[in-house]
């Protein structure tokens, strides 16, 4: 007897509905992670991104989830891993936690969001169109930042990035993105994608 592999994530049935509840139900989460710490303050990636994923579960254009992958996965895992480690280090040396209980745990659930996201469709074919999403996704960003943001609070580090020594490289930042942010997460999608379509045919062969 034939073992079916069925995805987690397939057009044709309404389990897009119910992922895009599942992400309005984050946006939710983190409304209320910011409310209880006095942070009104929306325009980090990590803090509207589930709202953009649940549109992009609702209209079923998968390319666009793609692309929205591209720009968000390595970000969220760089300051999930940072955020992490640094809380476990005060633990570790019993330095009393900054933020509350709700707060950390909030925090680590809301910037694992793409990495929900590309558990869902990895095994769906990631296309250059999703680049184009990235590319148009980035220059909302950039012009919404630029224009309604204060350069103080240097949202996106889109006005300077002094963690790493650079500053004023905001004329730049797009391409950049793209570079360091997009196309890494490109082709690890178009690997993953790979990967399954020959596990799932070893698979089928070995039934």
């Given at each position: ?47 509207f991104i589930p709202t953009v994923y649940a549109f992009s579960f609702v209209v079923k254009d998968v390319q666009l989830i793609k692309g929205l992958i591209n720009i968000s996965f390595i970000p969220q ?62 220059t909302i960003i950039y012009a919404v930042m630029f224009l309604f943001t204060p350069i103080e609070r240097n949202i996106n580090y889109i006005f300077t990035l002094d963690r790493l020594g650079f500053n ?40």
């Open positions: 007897m034939k073992t079916k592999i069925r995805p987690l994530f397939r057009l044709n049935d309404k389990t897009h509905i119910y992922i895009a509840l599942f992400f309005i139900g984050l946006q939710i989460l983190v409304m209320l992670r910011n409310y209880y710490s006095d942070y009104m303050y929306f325009f980090w990636l990590c803090d895992a760089v300051n999930v891993t940072t955020f992490i480690s640094k809380t476990l280090i005060n633990l570790i040396q019993n330095i009393p936690l900054e933020f509350t209980t709700f707060y950390t745990i909030s925090t680590i659930i809301m910037h694992l969001t793409t990495t929900y996201v590309l558990f869902l469709t990895f095994h769906l074919e990631t296309k250059k169109e999703s680049l184009y999403y990235s590319i148009t996704s980035l004023g490289f905001s004329f730049f930042w797009i391409p950049i993105c793209f570079i360091i942010m997009v196309l890494p997460t490109y082709f690890l999608q178009k690997r993953l994608y790979k990967e399954s379509k020959e596990f799932i045919k070893t698979n089928h062969k070995e039934n």
